[in-house]
């Protein structure tokens, strides 16, 4: 069953923050930010600009009620900037006016002069400064300087991981609207209405039952909006306290991608220590995440990279450190998978670098070292329902990966200029917010005289169709149709003190919830059945298609009849119910413990063509093996497979941000910033979902899709330099995302030293 959004999409039905109707007399706030990465400002002069017509106010830090604070983790970031500015992008003041070209307009008369100090752009340039955002953390297991010693093979390497820019359709943006009681209520694009509840009533002074946050859906967030769809929205509200009048503000899509973090880039060294018979003995990783001007969730996503450092293998001896680098670029922040797919790139590159230097293939490696059942990993937690080694069987057998392989060799045999690659890429997702703290949702439904049902979680539906999944658990359990449930908006008054939609984790935890809401009220009603009927036997009364059985036989009630009489018996038809992920936690001084309810996971083979005279490629095929549990709903799991894969091969393969040494992104529009079009996705994908896979952590057995999927892109990078190893065997293979066709075109012809070399390719092999 489709998501119930999608016919509202198609038609152009669905509201988003920029269609809701505004009250009259509501401004519109333009944000006037610093144009500078790192620097003192020696002045600001706001006269010229008050001084256009239709200018309410200008907003500076001077302004604020309450605390000029908007850091989640660790409070170290301004809303607006005081005396200093520490990325390009940073607000500094907030133009309220009549119109939005009246705020642009005004917003270029702001004179502003600064004293320029030297930005920092690199993580490790950061690191030798001592410019850090945490301590180092470190995980290990084992001995890894010990066994080193006794490994046959042992390969060091540093590799390079870009970010990526979230590219969500809809910006980030807020009304805020003052209401009765020095109030503000709030429609935000946020994934997390708790945090933008709680910030802006730090900043603006109020107690959190004055502020009401209301998001409807996003049009994307991809982990964009978890912390940075607050400051916005902090802002929106702060001018319509200080105006009285509501307050829109909507980011356009050039400042967005200016202004606002993106998925870390890293660099990291590794060293990695094999048995002669491939078995990976030891491995040795330092990761150098660049967190930009502030920490926002930056040490959260250190962490989950230090729980997906050895992906889906078992490694005995690790040592893992992750250094949270503070550079003068904007704050990074979550995105889909959440640090652990850069973790999982820096392990399948040590892989596949020992394969090429051994000689083998990199599927040896991995096949031999994947996790099995009751595998330790390194931080602790027993690997349980383990199902590396059921997906990638699968994948070779159902996709008879024998006869791929052959044809791609014979194709490489009778092609020059074309070359093929085809890799691997094993998935092992931990599904919990690393933070213990966080798994924790709750649920309200009403059940209406009419018999219609209504839905509150702290779900925000951003695409993903969440609120679908949310409708099926509460028509199963109730056993009626569909359209006689309706989710609400997420809304802070009606579930209060909510994690963010993150961490895949929302239906899970939403949905137990849920489910044990309606589970109270399916209790209740059986009561009154029993009672109604005089039956003896509660047990044996069942809600089935809208009918009301008893011992498998059709009685005189049906759902409506049965909740108008509960009614009329003063039964309670609302329920409010909470649930904690159970069987989690985690030692931080320790670094030790069970943080994840579960893992997901999968295998994907990728196959490409690379023209190794241009340095293009196609991703001919991506072929899935994905565990989902017992899936909730076959079409979104299968829509947010294939959406993850096409995400991460654009990050693996196109999208490339470019920051100038002065924190300047060049990247900065569509034209300049190639994200992936249906060119760049795969021609084929096939995703067969794992059969006896269950979950007893899931509302019905399912497993979290959201974020796993994504990592399957990493193959991509992986089948393109063995198409550019296949056409020259010279090359020096860089471990450098993204694998650009630039990067591509330089790789097929590096390594080549000799004149005769290059034109063996380039005229006789041609000829
Ligand atoms: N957000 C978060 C996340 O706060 N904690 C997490 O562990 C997480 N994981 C994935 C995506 N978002
Ligand atoms: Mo996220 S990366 O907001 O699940």
Redesign the pocket.
Known sequence: MKSSDVIKHVKGESIFVDDMPVPQGTLYASVFDSKIAHGKITKLDLSEALKVPGVVRIITYKDIPGENQIGNIIPDEHLLAVDTVEFIGEPIAIVIAETEMIAKKAKSKIKIEYEELTPITDPRDAYEKGSLIIPPRIFSMGDVENSFTGCEYIIEDRVEISGQEHLYLETQGAVAVPVEGSGIKIYSSTQGPTAVQSTAAKVLNLKMHQVEVDVLRLGGAF?GK?DQATPWAVMAALGAKLTNKPVKLILHRHDDLRMTGKRHPYSADYKIGLSKDYKILAYEVTFYQNAGAAAD?SP?VL??TLFHTTNSYFIPNVKATAISCKTNLPPNT?F???G?PQGMFVIESAIHKAALSIGIEPYIIQKKNLLVEGSKFYYGQIAKRVNASKCWNEAVTRYSFDSIKNSVEEFNSKNILKKKGISFMPVCFGI????TM?NQASALVHIYTDGSVSVSTAAVEMGQGVNEKMINIASKVFSIDKVKVKVESTNTTRVANTS?T???SAADLNGNALLFACNSLLARLKKHVAELLKLDDEKNIELVDGKILYNENETELDWNKLIRSANQHRISLTAQAFYATPDIHFDKKKEQGHPFAYHVYGTAITEVTVDCLRGTYEIDSVKVVHDYGKTLNHAIDLGQVEGGIVQGIGWMTVEELVQDSKGRLNSNSLSTYKVPDIYSAPKKLETYFLEDSENPYGPFKSKAVG?PPLMYGIGAFFAISNAVKAFNPYVDLKYSSPFTHEKTLMQLYQGRKTEKERSKITSSEIG
């Open positions: 982990g978890e969730l959260a962490e989950r979550a889909r998978g959440f652990g919990s917010f690393t933070n966080m963010p993150a961490a895949s974020e």
